[in-house]
Nanobody, 116 residues
Framework: QVQLVESGGGLVQAGGSLRLSCAASGIGFSAYTMAWHRQGLGKQRDLVATITSSGNTNYADSVKGRFTISRDNAKNTVYLQMDSLKPEDTGVFYC??????????WGRGTQVTVSS
């Protein structure tokens, strides 16, 4: 059974930092492209950052220079370091795991709230 479990969300003031974690089980983690997505209230779910199995990263323009995605294959975990947080970063952050053209697996999300 595949499980992706996000953690690390919370309430933070603008300018602050949070580090999200996503622990995966039931998949060959190192072979998967991992990603973080954000969904604001009443908004669509947007891609924030990705990291491939080889460690290549990509970011949405809105978070470049502020967020850093990383992975630890020994721990089957992907991280999202979020610095200089803004109120518009508020939302539920979801982790996904994707391999080739197969449908991705999703976690249940963790809430991030940034107060002004």
């Amino acid at each position: 059974q595949v499980q992706l479990v996000e953690s690390g969300g919370g309430l933070v003031q603008a300018g602050g930092s949070l580090r999200l974690s996503c622990a995966a089980s039931g998949i060959g983690f190192s072979a998967y492209t991992m990603a973080w997505h954000r969904q604001g209230l009443g908004k669509q779910r947007d891609l924030v950052a990705t990291i491939t199995s080889s460690g290549n990263t990509n970011y949405a323009d809105s978070v470049k220079g502020r967020f850093t995605i990383s992975r630890d294959n020994a721990k089957n975990t992907v991280y999202l370091q979020m610095d200089s947080l803004k109120p518009e970063d508020t939302g539920v952050f979801y982790c996904s795991a994707r391999k080739l053209t197969f449908s991705p697996f999703w976690g249940r999300g963790t809430q991030v709230t940034v107060s002004s």
